[in-house]
């Protein structure tokens, strides 16, 4: 499947959120003590529906003006006692009074217990007047500014400039760690009050900003990609501009309650958070949570589309291409090598940013690969396209056959990522056939070789952990100096060193054998036999 990940980091906010005009909310009269609450501690009118652990979806798709406005006019309606319905229903034509939320003031700056090595915790802003923005003190405003129609038009934007091709969309969103903190800040505040009045038992009852945000983006990201599946994932990250009195003392909590490690973690947050008492808690943070006085930004968005693997054989013709670019101290030797060659146009069709090329073993820059070839596998990093059908995978491989006469491929075929498992496997009780040419110092005639044929040999390297059996062998008589010896071994034989014997640390090799100097000449692969990738017929 083809799947695109889109990164986008959500990381502080802050913005006027107006209140408009009003629909209707499956709230009941016993919400409203909550819901004043909570927008009275600097909620958002998203946050309060999740405090009042409503479970309904729609509610957080309506628009955020609407819902706010909706949430005003509940509130005042209780005021004037003008209802007592159990949901808001009626249209309102005006604006509800605005009403300036007022926020408790006496926080104070308060200094972390000195058990920890860690910079002492300084609430926010110490004694200073709250922020006069209207930033959620909660989520910071990612459920306001950063989960409407608007927003996901600006996402889908970057992401069509982009011209990918992909049949699933995952939006994958990462958010400042404090939120974990303000939103157990603000359970702390409304506790009570929702525990006796709503269906919440617990914190866990509480809708997450996460579950907000996918139930309002996830359809609203769909619609402007044409219909593509979003799914959201999130992550948290400690962005810098995580504002720098609560991420000490989130890290100063993390490190009492998790202190093995000083690892500053999501789960370190999310652990710290389920361990430390509410007293503690209290004595670290304010409760309700501050109104940041910053605005909350998107940093990037960001897209990757997941790899896509194409695998094949290739045969390698030249005694002059290594495998892979070869380069030593920084200098470049050889001028292509087989990765590039392959690489080159696969790279650009697939429109890729970047490949990671794998083989069955690996030949030296002067030894041919003949016969069918060896397995080989490239991971395409980030393909903006990824769809192509047989007869156009068939025409990859053509263009990669008429780039170069030194190389050839075959079978080429799109894989997944679990089928290159396949080339690695049982890699070592593989066989592989050579041909070698031979050169021996003393004149020999075909009768001197023909005994090598009944020949088994185990031989061991030095430092090599195993012995490697050369299976069979064949000669091949061409001249008094001169044989071919065709050898069928374990996959990992040294077949130069089994040849010359490697100054006699290799043991049995050919020199002992035939009882003269030996040296090889030229080498080629003839097979490498792993059955896979599946051959594609012609
Ligand atoms: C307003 O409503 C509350 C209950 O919602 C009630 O206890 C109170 O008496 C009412 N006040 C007036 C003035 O009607
Ligand atoms: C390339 O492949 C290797 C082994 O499969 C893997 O460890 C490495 O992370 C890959 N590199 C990239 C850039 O994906
Ligand atoms: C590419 O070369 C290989 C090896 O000679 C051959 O088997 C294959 O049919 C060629 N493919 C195309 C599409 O030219
Ligand atoms: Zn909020």
Redesign the pocket.
């Known amino acids: 499947m083809s799947v695109l990940s889109s990164f986008l980091l959500i990381s502080f906010i802050c913005d006027l959120c107006p209140f408009y005009s009003c629909i209707m909310l499956p709230l009941k009269e016993k919400d409203r003590p909550i819901v004043k609450k909570l927008l009275e501690a600097g909620c958002c009118a998203r946050c309060v529906l999740r405090f009042c652990c409503l479970g309904v979806q729609s509610a957080y798709r309506q628009s955020y003006e609407d819902t706010a406005k909706e949430l005003c006019a509940f509130i005042s309606d209780s005021e004037n006692n003008k209802s007592q319905d159990a949901a808001v229903l009626e249209q309102h034509t005006e604006d509800p009074p605005r009403k300036k939320i007022k926020m408790d003031a006496a926080e104070t700056g308060v200094q972390s217990e000195g058990d920890s090595a860690v910079v002492p915790a300084v609430m926010e802003e110490g004694d200073a007047k709250p922020a006069d923005s209207d930033v959620c003190a909660v989520c910071l405003g990612v459920l306001q500014e950063f989960c409407d129609e608007a927003y996901a038009i600006k996402i889908s934007d970057v992401v069509k400039v982009k011209n990918y091709q992909f049949d699933t969309m995952v939006l994958s969103v990462s958010l400042t760690a404090q939120l974990s903190v303000r939103e157990h800040s603000c359970w702390l505040h409304v506790k009570k009050e929702v525990r006796e009045k709503s269906i919440c038992l617990d914190k866990d009852d509480v809708i997450q900003v996460k579950e907000a945000f996918k139930w309002t983006m996830q359809g609203l990201m769909s619609k402007e990609l044409g219909g593509v599946p979003v799914v959201t994932k999130f992550e948290v990250g400690f962005h810098k501009c995580f504002c720098h009195q609560w991420r000490h003392a989130t890290h100063s909590l993390s490190f009492h309650f998790v202190s093995q490690q000083n690892v500053f973690t999501r789960m370190a947050v999310v652990k710290a958070l389920e361990k430390v008492s509410d007293e503690k808690f209290l004595k670290k943070f304010p409760c309700p949570p501050t109104r940041p006085a910053r605005k909350c930004i998107a940093q990037e968005v960001q897209c990757l589309h997941v790899s896509v693997f194409v695998a094949g054989r290739y045969n390698k013709f030249s005694r002059t291409l290594p495998q892979t670019p070869w380069v030593i101290d920084g200098e470049r030797r050889m001028e292509s090598s087989v990765e590039e060659l392959i690489a080159a146009s696969l790279f650009s069709s697939f429109r890729a940013e970047?490949f990671?090329f794998?083989s069955s073993g690996r030949e030296e820059v002067d030894v041919r690969t003949l016969g069918n070839g060896r397995p080989f596998a490239l991971?395409l990093?980030n393909p903006h396209r990824a769809r192509f059908n047989k007869a156009e995978v068939r025409q990859l491989q053509e263009t990669i056959n008429q780039s170069s006469d030194k190389i050839r491929v075959r079978d080429l075929q799109i894989v997944s990522r679990d089928a290159m498992g396949h080339m690695k496997e049982g890699e070592e009780d593989k066989t592989k056939s050579y041909t070698a040419l031979i050169w021996t110092q003393k004149a020999i005639n075909k009768d001197d070789i023909t005994f090598l044929e009944e020949t088994k040999v185990s031989h061991r390297r030095p430092l090599a952990v195993r012995e490697r059996v050369i299976h069979t062998m064949s000669t091949c008589f061409l001249d008094t100096h001169h044989f071919h010896l065709k050898l069928r071994t374990q996959a990992g034989t040294y077949i130069k060193e089994f040849v010359h014997g490697d100054f006699g640390r290799t043991k049995p090799n050919l020199c002992d054998l035939l009882k003269t100097e030996t040296d090889i000449l030229e080498l080629d692969v003839d097979s490498v036999d792993v059955d896979w990738p599946p051959s594609i017929p012609e």
Request: aromatic share 0%.
């Open positions: 970047g990671n794998s991971e990093l």
